[in-house]
């Protein structure tokens, strides 16, 4: 039979791009529910021809829901994922609230699959960054081990919003008309959770959500934390510097590991990468091809290219690991892992 879902912040950055996901799905679907706040109920949104009103969110909106698809900030995940649990609905959460509970499988459907035989009711998709990183490294984990990685981002606005978008838009048009650069207002950037603001627009920001331990950020914890429990290998050795720059969509990331086993080249990571489930190999230095946000976008493949052997270490390879954060990153990865539970038989709490 087929499947009622839910979709909760459905007017978000991550929502709009769910509802895109749905209706691209081959998980069969009976009816689709639009949730988000009061603001926007009434509001009207276009699924497969038909217009669907969306709903003010509250615990009976769950009432009959089979899967519900949470993008809406992880207060709200908090509040409302029990309640649509409670109601027999599985919640596939895209918020960072349930990640690292030890009673919720973090899944990437091409690394760890197998994890979504523990649910018990909801499943927690991962940061953006972390998800693309996995999809590019899974295979050469499998193929030679991986003792270390250390990863610089290059991560986009969406990824805070559509706020954040709007920030940089409208940023960008105020230098145009005159405002110096260090100038421009700003109000929602690095963090909105932060007490200082600065422009992202002809910008570099080394702060992705707030401060924590040892003067990491939880986006930079994140990425750590989350790889290790996606590859269930705590002996990793993961860092990470997460950097917002002025892109509107599209994660670059620049990748150094170091693998364990020997017997790995260039050209044998080259094939690992063509032959991997999700990712697409785009190197070819003679040709200036390279993984670009701006031809990343609306993909749900993760893109890899600039590979490279270390200078110094054997062991070690550097690349360029690039996808669309509001794709790969979110809707994808939560619509596949629905996709996934409905193969596995796994639709229900
Ligand atoms: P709304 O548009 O009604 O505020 P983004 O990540 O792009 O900022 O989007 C956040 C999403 O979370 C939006 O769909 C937003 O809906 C939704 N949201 C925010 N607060 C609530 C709330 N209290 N109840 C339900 N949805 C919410």
């Known amino acids: 039979s087929n499947y009622n879902v839910a979709v909760v912040g459905a007017t978000g950055a991550v929502g709009t791009k769910m509802i895109e996901m749905l209706e691209e799905t081959s998980l069969p679907i009976n009816q689709v529910k639009l949730l988000a706040s009061k603001r926007s109920a009434g509001k009207e949104v276009t699924f497969k021809g038909q217009t669907l009103i969306i709903e003010e969110l509250v615990p009976e909106s769950f009432t009959d829901i089979d899967i519900a698809l949470f993008s809406a900030g992880g207060n709200i995940s908090k509040q409302y994922a029990p309640e649509a649990v409670k109601r027999g609905a599985v919640v596939v959460d895209n918020t960072s609230h349930y990640r690292m509970d030890p009673e919720v499988p973090l899944v990437v459907p091409e690394v760890n699959p197998d994890a979504l035989k523990r ?89 992705i959500d707030v401060f924590a331990d040892a003067d990491y950020t ?85 893109f890899v290219g600039r590979i490279r052997q270390d200078i110094d270490i054997d062991k070690g390879y550097h690349m360029w690991v690039v996808s669309d954060n509001l794709l790969k990153g979110a809707a994808w990865n939560s619509v596949q892992i629905a996709e996934t539970l409905h193969e596995m038989d796994l639709v229900r709490v």
């Not at 999809?135 to 706020?163: C, H, K, M």
Request: charged content about 25%; overall charge negative; hydrophobic content about 35%.
């Open 119 to 207: 649910h018990k009711g909801i499943i927690a998709n991962p940061n953006c960054s972390t998800i693309q990183m996995m999809v590019a490294l899974e295979p050469i984990r499998q193929a030679y081990g991986l003792d270390r990685l250390i990863v610089s981002t290059y991560q986009a606005v969406s990824g805070a919003g559509i706020n954040a978008m709007e920030e940089l838009k409208s940023q960008a048009l105020a230098y145009i008309n005159g405002t110096p650069a260090d100038k421009l207002e700003a109000d929602i950037l690095p963090s909105g959770g932060d007490k200082k603001h600065y422009p992202i627009a002809f910008n570099a920001l080394p702060q």
């Open 218 to 302: 939880y986006e930079e914890w994140k990425m750590i934390n989350e790889t290790k429990k996606i590859m269930e290998d705590d002996s990793i050795k993961v860092v990470a510097t997460c950097v917002r720059i002025p892109v509107l969509s599209g994660h670059s990331e620049s990748i150094y590991i170091e693998v364990k086993e020997d017997g790995s080249d260039v050209s044998k990571i080259k094939q690992l990468i063509a032959d991997a489930p999700g990712a697409v190999l785009q190197d070819d230095p003679s040709q200036q091809l390279y993984p670009q946000a701006l031809t990343s976008i609306d993909r749900k493949e993760t």
